[in-house]
């Protein structure tokens, strides 16, 4: 796992185990490799101590279906929240800003905030305080 990423979520309460690989398989693969070394977590990120809740891999495989943005976004990769009203995601189809965020209470793609190209990208806007 990358130092970097590692030092931006040392705030975080990350899982002492990891996912398995059938349980990875078509996540994106920055994501994958975090999950499965450490399958989850909570805690915050950054100065500001942005809240930030990690899915697990069954989580997303159960939580991403289950809320109502997933469905209005086609494609939209849901892995984890702000504990509150915001969920954090991945949206392959965009040229740039695949990761972001957007309002759980959203219904349409145009809500998405692209935030960056990679999870490290993303964690560091998060940590940034953006």
Not at 36 to 59: F, H, I, N, Q, Y
Not at 67 to 75: H, I, K, R, T
Not at 119 to 127: F, G, K, M, T, W
Request: hydrophobic fraction near 40%; charged fraction near 20%; glycine fraction near 16%.
């Amino acid at each position: 796992m990358n130092d970097l990423l590692l030092h931006l979520l040392k705030d975080v309460q990350l899982s002492t185990e990891g996912a398995g690989a059938e349980a990875l398989a078509g996540l994106p693969k920055d994501l994958a490799e975090l999950l499965a070394e450490r399958d989850g977590g909570k805690g915050t990120v950054g100065p500001r101590s942005r809240p930030l809740t990690l899915w697990s891999s069954t989580e997303i495989a159960s939580e991403a279906q289950g809320q109502e943005v997933s469905l209005a976004v086609p494609g939209l990769l849901l892995f984890g929240t702000d504990g509150g009203a915001e969920g954090y995601g991945y949206l392959p189809r965009l040229k740039s800003g695949k990761y972001g965020r957007i309002s759980l209470l959203a219904a349409g793609a145009h809500e998405f905030e692209g935030m960056g190209d990679s999870l490290l990208e993303l964690l560091q806007q998060l940590a940034a305080g953006r």
